[in-house]
C-alpha cells in the first residue's frame, strides 16, 4: 500500500510544478479606489503641511521637502523643470543626458538647486541579479550618498534592493503613461496594490519608496501617498509644459509639444543610433497640448493634495497614509463632460 502511494506521488509531483500558476487575490489601480472622507477638525486646506523629513536607512542622510519628483526623462527631468521645482521644495530627477558643459553652467547659476549626494540607479527591470550586484558595488564607492534603485513591484524584491544598499526603492513595471511594457510583454502590477506591497516591506526595513508611475490626475498622486508611498515621481502630469523637453509642434493654430517613453523608438534614435536588433521598443510618442508654465500644474497638484488631506483629517502629508481608508469603486468620475471643458 504504501509503496503504491509513493509511486503516485512520484508520478503527480512533475505535473503540478510545470503548471503555471494564478494569484487569484486582486490586484487594484489608481482608478479602482476612491479615498473615504473621515471627520476632522482641520478649517482650511492652508493649515495642511505638504513636507516631510526622512532620514535614510542606508546613507545616514536627511531629507526635508515636499516628497513629489520630476521624473528622469529627457522630456520631464531638465534644468528648466528643476529651477521652477525647487522653488516648490520639489526634486527633480535631472535626465543623464546633459553633457559636463551644461552641468557646469546650470551649477555655477543655480547653486540653491542642487542635491548632488543622491544616485538614482533606474533599470526597467530590476529583478537581475547582475543590477543588485550593480547597487552593491555603487553603495561601495559611494558609502554616504542617498541610492534610489528600481524598478520592482513585489515586496521581496524592495527588501533584497535594500539589504543590498539602496535606501529608496522605485516602485512601478508598467504603469506609465508613455510605456508599452505591459503591451510588448504581457508584464506588469497594479500600481496601487503595488505600492502598498512595496510600501510595507520597505518600511519594515526602514526604507524608502517611490511610487513611479501611473499617475494621471491629483487625485493619483494623493492615492500614492494614501497607500503608503513616500514620495511620487511624475512624467506625464509634468509633459506639455514650457520647462518640459521635447519638440514644440504648431498644428491648426493650436500648440502641442512632443513626450516620449525614455525606451521608446524616438528617445534609442536620439540616444542610441536607432532600436537594437534584439530588442522592441517598450515606451511610445504623443504629442500633448502645451500647457503653458509648470507652476501652474504644480500649485494644482499640491492643493488637490492639501485638499485630500482635509477630507480625510490629516493635517500632515506624514499622517495621510494613517488615515487612509479605499473604498473599492466602479466608477470614479461622472464621464457625462470628459471630453470637452474649457479649464
Ligand atoms: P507617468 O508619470 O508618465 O505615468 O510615468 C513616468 C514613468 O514611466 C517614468 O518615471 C519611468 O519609470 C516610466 N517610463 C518612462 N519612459 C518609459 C518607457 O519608454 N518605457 C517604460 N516601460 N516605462 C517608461
Known amino acids: ?33 476612491l479615498l473615504r472622507p473621515k471627520r476632522s477638525t482641520l478649517k482650511s486646506r492652508s493649515e495642511v503641511d505638504l513636507t516631510r523629513s526622512f532620514s535614510f536607512r542606508n546613507s545616514k542622510q536627511t531629507y526635508i521637502g515636499v516628497p513629489i519628483i520630476a521624473a528622469n526623462m529627457d522630456t520631464v527631468g531638465t534644468f528648466e523643470m528643476a529651477k521652477v521645482l525647487c522653488k516648490f521644495s520639489l526634486f527633480t530627477a535631472v535626465h543623464k543626458h546633459y553633457s559636463l558643459d551644461q552641468w557646469q553652467e546650470f551649477a555655477s547659476q543655480n547653486p540653491d538647486c542642487l542635491e548632488v549626494n543622491y544616485i538614482c540607479l533606474d533599470v526597467a527591470n530590476g529583478y537581475s541579479e547582475h543590477f543588485v550586484e550593480f547597487v552593491k558595488d555603487v553603495r561601495k564607492r559611494f558609502p554616504q550618498h542617498t541610492i534610489m534603485a528600481g524598478n520592482v513591484v513585489t515586496g521581496e524584491m524592495v527588501e533584497e534592493l535594500i539589504l543590498s544598499g ?20 504581457g508584464v506588469g502590477y497594479p500600481q496601487l496594490s503595488a505600492v502598498m506591497e512595496c510600501a510595507d516591506a520597505a518600511h519594515g526595513l526602514k526604507g524608502h519608496i517611490i511610487s513611479d508611475g501611473g499617475c494621471s490626475c491629483p487625485g493619483d498622486v494623493a492615492k500614492a501617498f494614501g497607500a503608503g508611498a513616500d514620495f511620487v515621481m511624475l512624467g506625464g502630469m509634468l509633459a506639455g509644459h514650457s520647462e518640459s523637453g521635447g519638440e514644440l509642434i504648431e498644428r491648426d493654430g493650436k500648440k502641442y509639444k512632443l513626450f516620449y517613453g525614455m525606451s521608446s523608438e524616438m528617445a534609442m534614435k536620439k540616444y542610441a543610433g536607432g532600436v537594437a536588433e534584439y530588442r522592441a521598443s517598450e515606451g511610445k510618442t504623443v504629442e ?41 469603486v466602479t466608477q470614479q468620475v461622472n464621464p457625462i463632460f470628459s471630453d470637452a471643458h474649457l479649464t
Open 288 to 328: 500633448v497640448p502645451f500647457k503653458g508654465d509648470v507652476e501652474h500644474t504644480i500649485r494644482d497638484i499640491l492643493g488637490g493634495i492639501r485638499s485630500t488631506c482635509t477630507y480625510v483629517g490629516a493635517a500632515k502629508l506624514k499622517e495621510l497614509s494613517r488615515r487612509t481608508t479605499f473604498i473599492r
Open 1 to 33: 500500500m504504501t509503496s503504491c502511494l509513493l509511486a503516485l506521488r512520484f508520478i503527480a509531483t512533475p505535473r503540478l510544478s510545470a503548471m503555471p500558476h494564478i494569484d487569484n487575490d486582486v490586484k487594484l489601480d489608481f482608478k479602482d479606489v
Open 166 to 185: 539602496a535606501d529608496i526603492i522605485k516602485v512601478g513595471i508598467g504603469p506609465g503613461s508613455v510605456c508599452t511594457t505591459r503591451k510588448k510583454t
